[in-house]
RNA sequence: GGUUCCGUAGCUCAACUGGAUAGAGCAACUGCCUUCUAAGCAGUAGGUUCCAGGUUCGAGUCCUGGCGGAAUCACCA
């Protein structure tokens, strides 16, 4: 039992036995106490002032004294309007800081026998990752890794989108202009791929310009979306690439064999920055597979009545009871649509991996599309959609505006990560950090920088808010970045290093005689305490960025208590093994939390 | 136009889910390296939390109505 917990019996058993209303432990509500306020805890009175027909201060003040007489852990406490603030003593924070120690797995909650799908990244196979996707992966990757820690069985899926309109772009584009082009070390394949895609792009527009000087010319009262339409209809480019997706669809070997070339380019391009980032995936899925799934459910929510038929035998859903329109969910010539596919790729998860929750990493322009699914879900019956969750996110914009992959106008994620390992190496040069460094320890510690950088500056915000990313400025590796809480880890790692030099036998310590703990060092183990419940909160609410300022806060106080209190100088054993075992706690804390958002912790920096 | 999301210091973001005097970083200014790593610490300055009502002991947080921005409302994916 937890401190927080056995406040809150004793605070419900004083309620009960001064008032004679019985209250649930859970729900009495604590917070940390304010700074200018002398204690740890606060609870706060006013809603119960009609149970105890008291005024606020005399009920503060009751159970106040209650407590302080019943529960030990209990110091002092004082009262300040309605707000009861509670002191814990020092023997308990010392207690806790020992279990801290000693518990490898701490923060780690017990395991809870359910399963979750995380299904993020999911490419196009036709241009290469960018800073869009960047957000995704690092929020899908984090928040597995925070649901694993908050004990659930966790899968990682990739949805891989290696069919449609779009590849045949590039397909086309390549068949006409390749010459036999070849991916090479300095072009990887999704990048020879992307490039294709940009030039159907460019090709198409001229084209489509042309044609509309044609047009003006023919039929001079065509303006607006039937101008467009009507160019779009007589573009030669597009319908070839319409007819390139027919004979996919219809099995062509030739152009099978093209897609073939060109995907796996692309997934070798990808796989090397993947791996770059440190993530990886349990299972992918690819769209040329699923693409046809669905179609059966849809026959089933037909049967019972969850579906209707129009009279041109397309299927449809009505939700307006919840708000929604009618949708489509079969074409009249039995075709799917994008809904279908989704239905069947979410049947197919939960039968290669019964799970109770299914998070979807997909941006936030798909909100509608996943309200839809989950409605959907939810009406043919499936026990699993209630735990369907959209972790929706906002764009990423830059300076210049929106990224359009097709102009070309994307921050490329291999050039980012270049860059960031360019300003890393530059930056920890001038600082003449790498003192002792091998070379490739240098740049190991480089990429571990930049990774940390990037990381935690798209992982700190809240996923849903759009953000803008200046690539001019790049990414700060002072203040509140990842780099300051690396940097924490490795001055605390360099502490223990001299510890043990020094023969300093920390871990068997006996901390118990210790007495006078300084403020910062309570609040130390005050916030260490914290940990398994931020973990628990970032999973409930999938939020990375959640962890992202603990790690943050945690560094914080800790550098506060470096600067204020110097460990090797302190005459008194006692309080120096403490402050070593502090340390040691805080360090393996940080690289804990660090790890969730997967960025790593270096030793020396 | 309907729906959803967002709006907090000049900028980028927090605020324990309704609690006390709204906090950090960047940028600016002032101190602190003969000490365990100054990628640091301490401080100064910066706020009508978009606006107007409401709910209550208490609202940045909840409700209503505006304003501003974004997304979406395809037989595209």
């Known amino acids: 039992m937890n401190i927080e917990e056995k406040i809150g019996i004793a605070l ?47 009920i503060g003040e009751a159970l106040g004294k209650a407590i302080l007489e019943k529960e030990d852990l209990v110091s002092a406490y004082n009262v300040v309007k309605g707000f009861l603030n509670i002191s814990i003593s020092q023997s ?61 069985e966790v899968m990682k899926t990739n949805l891989v989108n290696d069919r449609g309109i779009h590849i045949c772009k590039s397909m086309l584009a390549y068949k006409k202009f390749g010459n036999n082009d070849q991916p090479t070390k300095e072009r990887k394949g999704d990048k020879l791929v992307g490039d294709y895609y940009v030039k159907f792009d460019k090709e198409y527009k001229a084209e489509l310009e042309q044609i509309k000087a044609e047009i003006a010319v023919k039929q001079p009262s065509l303006t607006g979306k039937e101008l467009e339409k009507s160019a779009d209809l007589q573009s030669s480019l597009l319908n070839e690439a319409k007819a390139l997706l027919q004979k996919w669809e219809a099995g062509d070997p030739e152009t099978v064999a093209l897609w073939e070339k060109l995907n796996n380019w692309v997934y070798d391009g990808f796989d090397v920055t993947y791996k770059r980032l440190g993530v990886s995936f349990d299972k992918i899925y690819k769209e040329s597979d ?8 849809i026959e089933e929510g037909l049967q019972n009545g969850v ?34 596919q989704d239905i069947g790729t979410a049947e197919l998860k939960f039968s290669d991996f019964p799970m109770q929750k299914s998070v979807y990493v997909v941006g936030n322009e798909q909100d509608y599309h996943f309200t839809v ?81 990037l990381k935690y500056y798209l992982l700190k915000v809240d996923p849903k808010k759009r953000m803008l990313f200046n690539p001019e400025e790049s990414i700060d590796f002072q203040g509140n970045t990842g780099v300051y809480i690396q940097y924490t880890h490795a001055k605390i790692c ?14 068997n310590a006996s901390l118990k005689g210790l007495s006078d703990m300084a ?26 960025a959640t962890i992202a300022n603990y790690a943050y806060d945690l560094a914080k106080l800790y550098s506060k208590f470096y600067a204020e209190l110097p460990i090797f100088v302190e005459p008194d054993a006692n ?11 805080v360090a393996s804390t940080i690289k804990k939390a660090l790890g969730l958002l997967g960025i790593e912790a270096p030793e020396r920096m």
């Open 307 to 340: 579906f209707y038929k129009r009279e041109d035998e397309s299927v449809w859903i009505n939700m307006e009871q919840e708000g929604l329109d009618e949708k489509l969910v079969l074409r009249a010539d039995g075709t799917s649509v994008y809904i279908t």
């Open 494 to 507: 360099a502490i223990l290093r001299k510890a043990d030099k020094d023969g300093i036998d920390y871990k």
């Open 373 to 453: 699914l989950k409605v959907i879900m939810q009406r043919l019956g499936r026990d699993y959609a209630d735990g369907i969750y959209h972790l929706s996110y906002g764009m990423v914009d830059l300076p210049s505006g929106k990224m359009k992959s097709r102009e070309g106008t994307v921050v490329d994620a291999d050039d980012l990560i270049d860059e960031m390992e360019e300003t890393a190496q530059n930056r920890t040069e001038e600082l003449g950090k790498i003192d002792g460094f091998s070379k490739e320890e240098a740049q190991k510690l480089y990429q571990q920088l930049a990774m940390g950088a």
């Open 519 to 544: 403020k910062t060092e309570e609040e130390l183990i005050f916030l260490l305490n914290k940990y398994p419940e931020k973990i628990s909160e970032a999973a409930e609410s999938y939020s990375p």
């Open 290 to 297: 699923t693409y046809l799934l669905g179609k059966d459910i």
């Open 12 to 58: 419900a058993k004083a309620l009960e036995e001064l008032y004679g209303e019985k209250i649930e432990a859970e729900k009495i509500n604590l917070q940390p106490t304010r700074k200018d306020f002398e204690g740890n805890y606060t609870f706060v009175t006013f809603p119960y002032t009609r149970i105890a027909k008291q005024k606020p201060e005399a």
């Open 92 to 152: 308990y924070w010392i207690e806790l800081l020992l279990d801290i120690q000693t518990d490898a797995s701490f923060g780690k909650l017990k395991a809870n026998d359910q399963k979750v799908m995380v299904e993020f990244s999911s490419p196009n196979t036709n241009k290469p990752l960018h800073l869009g996707h960047l957000r995704n992966i690092f929020l899908g990757y984090s928040v597995s890794q925070i649901v694993e820690a908050a004990g659930y």
């Open 575 to 585: 309080k120096l093994a403490f402050r070593v075992v502090l340390s040691a706690a």
